[in-house]
């Protein structure tokens, strides 16, 4: 079973700042099947990017995603006040399995 | 694009049970499966199940097998998902996501769109 962790547990930043967000696998992974969602407050998630680095449709590029093996980062360049949210990675194998989260804050 | 619309919010009593409905709106389910994720006030994501409707083909998470079900009435009405759970414990007060699944260009299957969600509460 695949467990995924992400660090760290709370991220603070300002806007206009830059921050890498990490999730890191019990075992190597396929970097096509990480995925990573963003959650603002009071919504359901959302896909942000796929396959480690594509952003889905929609997502600003300040977005970007990377890593491979069992190391995974999500970047957000010049934070927007609409970014602070909480961000799950998520690995798919025959079933779904989310991180525990990361809460991005000012 | 679909959108997804949930039910609206339950309040439950220990041991009974609840269903909650996903409606495809603008669009249908197609080819795609619905799973289900929950999350607990203030917690993180726990993927539940899903159903493919057009292959009737059901996964389940690690916790909840044997307690939830998932249908669609692929007949009558092929836009609308279903989640049952029975045997309700305090522990499955949560937000219940319906979220479609979709092919990636990378080969693996992503979640989006989502529903709202539906919150359920399990309360004596």
């Known amino acids: 079973e695949i467990v995924l962790t992400q660090s760290p547990d709370t991220l603070s930043l300002s806007p206009g700042e830059s921050g890498t967000l990490f999730c890191r696998a019990s075992q190597s992974l396929n970097s096509n099947y990480v995925t990573w969602y963003q959650q603002r407050p009071g919504q359901a998630p959302r896909l942000l990017i796929y396959g480690t680095s594509y952003r889905a449709t929609g997502i600003p590029a300040r977005f970007s995603g990377g890593g491979s093996g069992t190391d995974f980062t999500l970047t957000i360049s010049r934070m927007e006040p609409e970014d602070f949210a909480v961000y799950y990675c998520q690995h798919y194998g025959s079933s779904f399995t989310f991180g525990p989260g990361t809460k991005v804050d000012i | 694009q679909v959108q997804l619309l949930q039910s609206e919010a339950e309040l439950k009593k220990p041991g009974s049970t609840v269903k909650v409905s996903c409606t495809a709106s603008?669009?249908?389910?197609?080819?795609?499966?619905i799973s289900w994720v929950r999350q607990a006030p203030g917690r993180g994501l726990e993927w539940v199940g899903r159903?493919?409707?057009?292959?009737?083909?059901?996964?389940?998470g690690k916790n909840l097998k044997g307690r939830v079900t998932f249908t669609a009435d692929t007949d009558t009405n092929p836009n609308v998902a279903y989640m049952e759970l029975r045997s309700l414990k305090f522990e499955d007060t949560a937000f219940y996501y319906c979220?479609?699944?979709?092919?990636?260009?990378?080969?693996?299957?992503?979640?989006?769109?989502w529903g709202p969600g539906t919150l359920v509460t399990v309360s004596s």
């Open positions: 159903l493919i409707p057009v292959l009737n083909i059901r996964d389940y």
């Open positions: 603008g669009d249908t389910f197609g080819n795609n499966g």
């Open positions: 979220a479609q699944e979709s092919l990636s260009d990378t080969s693996t299957l992503v979640l989006g769109p």
